[in-house]
């Protein structure tokens, strides 16, 4: 008897087989569902580390534009070969998102700095450099892009989750 994890299944190969000449969008969108979960929760994470050490600023908002620039982002992607000037400014709005996350991101890094705690501070580059990184590569040609998102995937994340996870073992 199939299940319905099955049967989804069977639906995204059979949807990805029909649809192989947009196969690298379907690809796209997928990486855009995966930033729309994993950033915020990277994120949340570096908040709730110095939340434990005393860090008072609130994860609220900067969780709503982590996603909303995640979200202005895919429309300008959206928008790239439609209209340029539409998909510039959508990805204005998600650049701004990106710039309030970083003025929050580098308090939570001055906090630590302050406390003497290098490697927690070390931590917030990971969303200032690796997250900047994302920036600059949407302006790739989108065969060159991709690669390049999943080594900064690879880099970024696989890295931030070794190292958080040695510094709260620690």
Known sequence: QMCIRDSFIQYLIAFVIENV???PMVAQHLRYIDSLVSLPLLLFSYWKL???DGYTGD???MCILTIGMVVFQLIAEYFSTAGPQLSLLFY???LLCYIYILIRVINI??????QGATAKYNLGWFFVIGWLAYIFGYFLHPNFK????SIIDFVVKGLY???????VQG
């Open 109 to 114: 890094m001055n906090f630590y700095k302050n």
């Open 59 to 61: 994860f609220a908002l």
């Open 92 to 94: 204005l709005f998600s």
């Open 21 to 23: 000449n947009t196969t």
């Open 50 to 52: 110095a939340n434990v």
């Open 146 to 149: 991709y690669v390049v998102y």
């Open 161 to 167: 989750t070794i190292t958080i996870t040695n510094i």
